[in-house]
């Protein structure tokens, strides 16, 4: 399974913006990028997922890189109930394991 | 329910004990990981069922660790001869549709091993 990269912390200010990168450089055409994020003492949750183009919902936007190698969570207006680890995982087309890096953990500051 | 369902959400047990932890994923969800996570920790996975293909069981840590599903629905994880080094939040996840489907976790269960 492919292989991704993130920084390992990030920190934040309250309602300001947060861009967490991610690095995919051996991704396949067939994967998709997916984001989970994980609350301290939970189980990790969903935030975003997308193949080639970018994504919205009511949580965070995704954006791709054009050659798909490389993709950055934003949230646009950081809370402090958005400090968690976030995970940036690949998934293929036709379901296989999956492989949870370190993450990210992102702290936001009051 | 409509989540993804763990039990127990808490064991304690002692060394050399076998235990069972169980997994009610999501009604109609084809795909279920099971991972662990020790404290501090990222997820390390353990085991991936797909429908009725036989299951991925790279990455099972040792002989002592064995997981099915039956029927396609449930699912027991079951550590045979507990160690310390077991204890760790076991989390299963389930999906309708692999690659473009979404993950749903459980809560994990939570296993300490005296």
């Known amino acids: 399974d492919a292989k991704t990269t993130q920084p390992n912390s990030m920190e934040s200010n309250e309602e300001e913006p947060v861009h967490l990168p991610c690095n995919h450089s051996?991704?396949?055409?067939?994967?998709?990028i997916h984001w989970y994020r994980q609350l301290p003492s939970q189980g990790p949750e969903y935030v975003i997922h997308?193949?080639?183009s970018n994504v919205n919902n009511r949580m965070a936007s995704l954006a791709i890189a054009e050659d798909r190698k490389s993709s950055t969570l934003i949230l646009h207006r950081a809370t402090l109930r958005d400090a968690a680890v976030y995970y940036c995982i690949l998934r293929e087309t036709s379901g296989s394991r999956l492989t949870f890096g370190e993450g990210t953990q992102l702290t936001v500051n009051p | 329910g409509a989540g993804v369902s763990q039990s127990p959400s808490n064991k304690v047990t002692e060394k050399g004990k076998d235990v069972e932890l169980r997994c009610d994923p999501i009604?109609?969800?084809?795909?279920l990981y099971w991972y662990r996570q020790s404290l501090g920790q990222g997820l390390e996975f353990l085991i991936y069922?797909?429908?009725?293909?036989?299951?991925?069981k790279s990455g099972l840590p040792s002989d002592r660790f064995s997981a099915e599903r039956t029927g396609g629905s449930v699912s027991t994880l079951t550590i045979q001869r507990t160690q310390q080094e077991d204890s760790a939040v076991y989390l299963c996840?389930?999906?309708?549709?692999?690659?473009?489907?979404?993950?749903?976790f459980g809560e994990g269960s939570r296993l300490t091993v005296l």
């Open positions: 069922f797909q429908g009725n293909s036989a299951p991925d």
């Open positions: 996840a389930s999906s309708l549709v692999s690659g473009r489907g979404e993950l749903f």
């Open positions: 009604s109609g969800h084809t795909a």
């Open positions: 997308g193949l080639t």
């Open positions: 051996t991704i396949s055409g067939t994967d998709y």
